[in-house]
């Protein structure tokens, strides 16, 4: 037994409700076009936030680590000078 091009087997787990509406749907539109823009447009405003709330924490840690891993560049390098001057020994 098919409705619509799906196989209805009496012992699947299909529920009675779903198999009505394929009963009800026009063959020449098995998806309603609205039902599926409603899924695409809800999938995009999710990926594009997620998008955008990423975007927004990948500049702000930029701009609070930045400052920290500038200040850690700078204390290595004078480090390093101060180093070196000690391997040469005092100046005289």
Request: with cysteine; hydrophobic share 40%; net charge negative.
């Amino acid at each position: 037994m098919s409705v619509n091009g799906v196989i209805n087997f009496e012992t699947s787990k299909v529920p009675n409700w779903f198999r009505l509406q394929l009963k009800n749907l026009n063959d020449t539109d098995p998806i309603p076009l609205e039902d599926a823009e409603e899924v695409v447009w809800s999938s995009t405003k999710f990926f594009v936030g997620t998008s955008v709330i990423t975007l927004v924490f990948s500049v702000c840690s930029l701009v609070v680590f930045g400052k920290s891993y500038r200040h850690l560049e700078e204390r290595d390098s004078i480090d390093s000078i101060y180093s070196s001057r000690e391997a040469f020994g005092p100046s005289s």
